[in-house]
């Protein structure tokens, strides 16, 4: 049966439900999926406009200013007198907040807060399936109303710019396609649920150094064709009812205060029409910030009435500095979306469910799908338990929790399976299981105490091995038959308000993996983690390694499962894995992390675009992932030859699964236009689908794509352009494994 997708541009996003038990047992049965419902967007509602009119004649210039800045930690000002109530906010990247107090960044100390840990959006897009990236945000957003919240501060769409990033973790993709199709499925189901999305960090928020001062110089076509859309598509398709502005300046202008892109990009050219937060403590002056397009300033811990949209606002109007229409335009726009997810009225408003064993089953379908197979020499994998008596599990992310830790929202959770806990839970009784810590987490005592900072680079590790735990480690290999060690990074190392200083994998790991091999061969190296890491040697020296992520509540019950051959593992990397941090573009270019200004210089060559394009091997390509079976690519054909603007391509194609078992490919659709008159990528992403395909089976896959998919942004006139011409369509299972192609014309 297929499983593809397609979102069309009427925004139809397909949801299937994997018919997996709600307790998660073992099978090994192919995963059948339910009959498909049809979800779409849907656009604030104008109709409430008398209403909200009324209203705002109703109040004072107070009333009014004390809606537009934080009133507390994790919310704005109500009216209520008047009905209108505070808009909660809530962060959720990983799933539901803690509640905070209202004065503070400390636990509020509620029992009743424990919620679902999801995958981070990064082992989303490893699924490469935005169906789960709407399941994900459906279950997240019935979270969110459960704790009556009436924003999630979630998706983070910023581009991967470098592999140092501190919030690659965080953040979906290098790639601008796959992005702003996990995006929009994410977004339309959080909003599902009478919650708004709060689409963050607009714009040009690639790194963390330097992050509250930086100004990023982009040129237009660059950030047209790269960095804006996803954020243009939540717009546009998602009808996204919130974003939020970024710390960092754009073209001079900070991106809380910038006209360019709030007001002419964002509003008057895609008719935004929803609500723009500032990020904590992101704003900078008070009138400039309100006329150049943002409306609620929120902070960090001070005094709420100093904020500058507070006080400041308030002597601003009453000086003549402000008029008052336009403090009536933001309040509008606040109102308008209260009344659009029916904070206000109440009436039919979603009540949602927290903590459910459906949503810890969501969370498990999209770490399951999100684990990347990257090297299975002799097949190793899946394990095979016949006369295996022992196991031995090393490594300090065995037992790691990952839920909450560094800098930055976490999810308090009841429920974190971890990577031992998910063997103990699947191994039969009969085979005994070795644990060695083998490696401590540490750090120098001067850097950890500036862990919580925005800092230039990331905490300092300590990477001398402790000989006991060493020890103990290869006694548990060498007594063991088959070794696992769980290796990687953690969220107290992979952090907001740090990028990391290089690729190493800290705490003496590499080490540690080396001397395991040695005295055990049959290991597998598993690593834990959002961001790349140099695993050169590893993979050189290991039959068997694959990548998990910050993987949510059930991640651990899911990387067993893919271990033992439970789960079939389909993901694919979202980034490209660089054999040397030097061969990436940001870092090639010498662009990052720049000091006052960051100029983006290797423009429109982004990630795979500039390894493709510049011939450069890179450890694992984007799009890569191995399978516990093999596929084959038949028949690639387009419905046409020859297409005009504004028409759709249909590219049919068979994939045939060669192998003994059932498993899901990811068909990946590349384009390349060796005739253009202007510098273009080598190929670019244009389309995919995930599919499942029985063992000996074949089945039919289209993707269709509009031919504006395929123009570049023309400078000159400030428009997009499809050029004439011979285009290239090649399909493959990653950017550097193209298994066929086939040529058409624009004419």
Known sequence: MKTAIKISTYLIVFLFIFSCSKEMKNTNKPEIYSSKEIYKSKEISLENDTKIDSLISLMTIEEKIGMLHGNSMFTSGGVE?????????????????????????????????????????????????????????????????ARDKDMLLSPAINIIRTPLGGRTYEYFTEDPFLNKKLAVPFIIGVQDNDVMACVKHFAVNNQETNRGTVDVLVDERTLREIYLPAYEAAVTEANAYSLMGAYNKFRGDYLCENDLMLNKILRDEWGFKGIIVSDWAAVHSTVKSLENGLDIEMGTPKPFNEYFLADKLIAAAKAGEISEEEINKHVKRILRVLFQVKAIDGINRTKGSLATEEHFQ??????????????????????????????????NNATKKNALGGFGAGVKTKREITPLEGLQNRLPEGIKINYAEGYLERYSKNENDKKEEVTLHGPTTVDELDALKLEEALDA?????????????????????????????PFGQETLIEKVLEVNPN??????????????????????????????????????????????????????????????????????????????KEGILVGYRWFDTKNIEPLYPFGYGLSYTNFEILNLNTNKDSYKEDEIIEVTFEIKNIGDIDGKEVAQLYVSNPESSVERAAQELKGFQKVFVKNGLTEKVTIRLNTKELAYFNESINEWTLEKGNYILKIGNSSRNILAEVSINID
């Open 81 to 145: 007198r008047l009905g209108i109530p505070e808009l909660k906010m809530a962060d959720g990247p990983l799933g539901i907040r803690e509640e905070i107090s209202r004065n503070s960044w400390a636990n509020a100390g509620w029992d009743n807060d424990f919620a679902t840990y999801y995958p981070a959006a990064g082992a989303v897009a490893a699924t490469w399936n935005p169906e789960l990236s709407y399941t994900f945000g459906n279950s997240v957003g019935q979270e969110a109303r």
């Open 362 to 395: 969501d969370s498990y379908n999209v770490a399951a799908e999100a684990i990347v197979l990257l090297k299975n020499e002799k097949n190793v994998l899946p394990l095979k338990l016949e006369g295996i008596k022992s196991i031995a599990v090393i490594g």
């Open 477 to 505: 290999a060498k007594n063991s038959d088959i070794a696992v060690i769980f290796a990687g990074s953690n969220r107290d190392y992979e952090t907001e308000a740090s990028d990391r200083r290089d690729l190493s994998l």
């Open 523 to 600: 290991t597998i190296v598993v690593m834990i983690g959002g961001a790349p890491f140099d695993l050169n040697n590893i993979k050189e020296k290991s039959y068997a390694l694959v990548w998990s992520w910050f993987n949510g509540s059930e991640g651990g019950n899911a990387l067993a499962d893919v271990i033992l051959g439970n789960i079939n593992p389909s993901g694919k990397l979202p980034w490209t894995m660089p054999k040397n941090l030097m061969d990436s573009p940001a870092h090639a270019t010498n662009s990052f992390p720049g000091a006052e200004t960051v100029e983006y």
